[in-house]
């Protein structure tokens, strides 16, 4: 099907370990973005990107790793997991539009917790 | 830098009555847009509703209405005739025009009583 999918939808992980969500779009938007939801905080830019191999960092990017070699697939890597990054993960993808605003299409989020 | 004030953290409504959810946000830029977005229990993202800063009328879509007051810097949603699936968590959100990304505030949780 079309759309935007998160992989795994549940991880657990221990602190200090490596974990890489996937996030993979069917639609060749051009952008891509990945946020956590916090309680509290609602949701929180942490990496963007505006094409392949263009990422940029949000407000939140500090233990994160992102990579876009192919246009569809944005992962996000914790180099080294942290309690405080026991969270909600979303990807979201728009198509570039010139003139307007285009609102972001959301994946199920990927729902992550590091003990 | 965008800012966006969600000051309802929680909200109740009675089934078919009409409900307000307040939104303000501060921007220097004179060209963006405002977006609300749905969350139900089950955690994905639902879009609702776009108003453009140019846009000269409220954007309405269905049962959803946004109230966009410029001078105020106000973009409230208005659902009409509540009905029990619209209990859930409501993020207002703004982006700079083009595809800049969302900037999303603290949300509002609407629970819709029978």
């Known amino acids: 099907d079309a759309g935007i999918t998160q992989s795994p939808r549940y991880k657990i992980t221990e602190t200090g370990r490596q974990v890489t969500l996937m996030c993979h779009q069917t639609?060749?938007?051009?952008?891509m973005f990945w946020y956590r939801q916090d309680l509290g905080h609602g949701l929180r830019l942490i990496y963007y990107?505006?094409?392949?191999?263009?990422?940029d960092k949000g407000e939140v990017p500090d233990g994160y790793v992102v990579s876009r070699s192919k246009t569809e697939n944005f992962p996000l890597t914790l180099e080294s997991a942290t309690r405080s990054q026991t969270s909600v993960y979303f990807c979201?993808?728009?198509?570039?539009?010139?003139?307007?605003?285009?609102?972001?299409?959301f994946g199920q989020g990927t729902r992550l917790t590091v003990v | 830098a965008q800012k966006i004030t969600q000051t309802q953290p929680g909200m109740f409504v009675q089934e078919k009555e009409a409900v307000t959810l307040d939104c303000t946000y501060d921007?220097?830029?004179?060209?963006?847009?405002l977006f609300w977005y749905k969350q139900p229990s089950s955690g994905e993202m639902i879009f609702l509703i776009y108003?453009?800063?140019?846009?000269?009328q409220n954007a309405t879509e269905g049962r959803y209405s946004l109230n966009f007051q410029k001078a105020r810097k106000s973009a409230n949603l208005v659902i009409s005739a509540s009905q029990l699936g619209d209990s859930a968590m409501y993020f207002c959100?703004?982006?700079?025009?083009?595809?800049?990304?969302?900037?999303f505030g603290k949300g509002t949780r609407l629970s819709v009583i029978a």
């Open positions: 639609w060749s938007h051009s952008y």
């Open positions: 921007t220097s830029d004179q060209s963006y847009g």
């Open positions: 990107s505006a094409a392949a191999d263009i990422t």
């Open positions: 959100a703004m982006s700079r025009s083009g595809n800049t990304p969302l900037v």
């Open positions: 979201a993808s728009t198509r570039a539009r010139q003139g307007r605003n285009t609102e972001a299409f």
């Open positions: 108003q453009g800063s140019y846009d000269e």
